[in-house]
């Protein structure tokens, strides 16, 4: 006993002397007498009691000396520390358990079972006054704490730290459930590409051979557009055709006068200022043509560059114009600024307007009734040609088809041996797609 008890002291003076380089000593605590016959525990500097309180008056718990070994009661030091003491009378056996520890001691068996393992023991537990004592190396042992003998003052002292519970195994966190995958939507392609077709509703028309008449119906147009990059600049190519029907009326019956018979108001002649009176190409003069549907069509390519957003264009074009009353086709280039419309939105506008300085055709005067000095000879047709379109776009929904409306004409000045200028002139609603 007294070689364990010099280790325990030894130990603990080393504890002490390093305590007391680490920070200054504090004052020696009065630990009381003891009584008689025994020896007084201090725990974690407290005097401990004997459970329940009612006995003997708050006497302090005393450890005993039997066999050398130092002898603690069970109860009241497990209980200091936590524990839950159980005793079963009938095997006299005591169970102890706290979280991480569980020992068992049967008085008169010099064993102690530690978490399913038994150890020998030098003297057995007994059983003192009612109380199970046990020798302190079950406390030691059992409970991981320690036992420190103060000699000069005859004095057990345990010290004990209860170890923090390990904290409870978190919650898993389930994992997020991943949003499903959403295919990002297509890129959009920056560059136009559409086709669109219009029906233009009852164009107004003047020229020689219709002083204002309506078309009443055959006349639409058509046009399409390509953007497209090259060179590092962004460019545009498109297509514009346009077709007006409209009708040539006479005031008097068609058959009582010959086709190309001259209305020179004499005897028998077409009647001077009739519509059926056209003036021919050249202006010298007028022949009967009789009532018919008169079309006119224009078809102009254009190749332009971007200047500014959105989508607006200057470029260059070529047009060509025919009729299908015996004119000399006409052809020529020209210059405009165009702003397509932007059909990634929803709604848009556009706009162009196109001029052709110089649009003309040969023509051959005939070799009978020309004016002196042109019967026979060639001689080119020329006019100023001007187109203009105003409009807007409606998308349906994502089907890559819209709705087409505006109004849209042209202003034709005569230039070299015209009959006259003309204007066609319309509102004109249709269908797109774009690609």
């Not at 009647?271 to 009967?288: E, H, K, N, S």
């Not at 004119?327 to 702003?339: S, V």
């Amino acid at each position: 006993m007294k070689p364990l008890l010099g280790v325990i002291a030894g130990f603990f003076l080393l504890t002490s002397v390093a305590a007391a380089q680490a920070s200054p000593a504090p004052p020696p605590m009065s630990f009381g007498a003891p009584p008689a016959g025994t020896i007084p525990i201090l725990f974690n500097d407290h005097h401990v009691y004997t459970k329940p309180t009612k006995l003997q008056q708050g006497r302090v718990l005393a450890a005993l000396v039997r066999g050398g070994q130092l002898m603690v009661p069970l109860r009241s030091m497990f209980e200091q520390m936590g524990a839950t003491v159980s005793y079963d009378p009938g095997t006299k056996t005591a169970d102890v358990t706290k979280p991480g520890a569980d020992v068992k001691v049967t008085v008169g068996k010099p064993e102690v079972t530690i978490n399913g393992e038994t150890r020998p023991l030098d003297v057995p537990p007994q059983i003192f006054q009612g109380y199970i004592i046990v020798p302190v190396r079950v406390i030691s042992e059992g409970m991981g704490g320690y036992v420190q003998w103060v000699p000069d003052q005859h004095l057990v002292v345990v010290r004990y730290v209860p170890s923090t519970p390990p904290p409870p195994p978190a919650t898993p966190v389930p994992s997020p459930v991943p949003a499903p995958t959403v295919a990002p939507p297509p890129a959009r392609n920056p560059y136009e590409h559409f086709i669109v077709g219009d029906y233009i509703f009852n164009p107004k028309v003047y020229n020689e051979f219709s002083p204002g008449n309506t078309g009443k119906g055959g006349s639409y147009a058509l046009r399409g557009a390509v953007e497209f990059p090259a060179f590092g600049l962004p460019w545009m190519l498109e297509g514009d055709y346009r077709s007006y029907s409209y009708p040539h009326n006479t005031g008097v019956n068609d058959a009582l006068f010959a086709r190309n018979a001259p209305c020179n108001g004499l005897l028998g002649a077409p009647p001077t200022g009739d519509q059926g009176c056209v003036t021919v190409i050249g202006a010298y003069g007028q022949v009967w043509i009789p009532s018919f549907t008169a079309r006119d069509t224009d078809f102009d390519g254009r190749l332009g560059l971007k200047i500014a957003e959105p989508r607006i264009y200057i470029g260059v074009g070529y047009l060509h114009r025919e009729e299908n009353y015996g004119y000399p086709r006409q052809n020529g280039f020209g210059f405009g600024a165009e702003k397509l419309p932007d059909l990634q939105q929803p709604f848009s506008i556009y706009g162009s307007v196109w001029y052709y300085p110089s649009i003309s055709g040969n023509f051959s005067f005939p070799s009978v009734g020309a004016p002196i000095g042109f019967a026979g000879k060639d001689e080119s047709l020329q006019h100023r040609f001007l187109k203009y379109q105003i409009g807007g776009t409606l998308n349906l929904g994502n089907s890559g088809l819209f709705l087409d409306a505006g109004f849209l004409g042209d202003s034709i000045r005569g230039k070299n041996i015209s009959p006259s200028d003309a204007t066609h002139a319309g509102g004109y609603l249709g269908l797109g797609i774009k690609f």
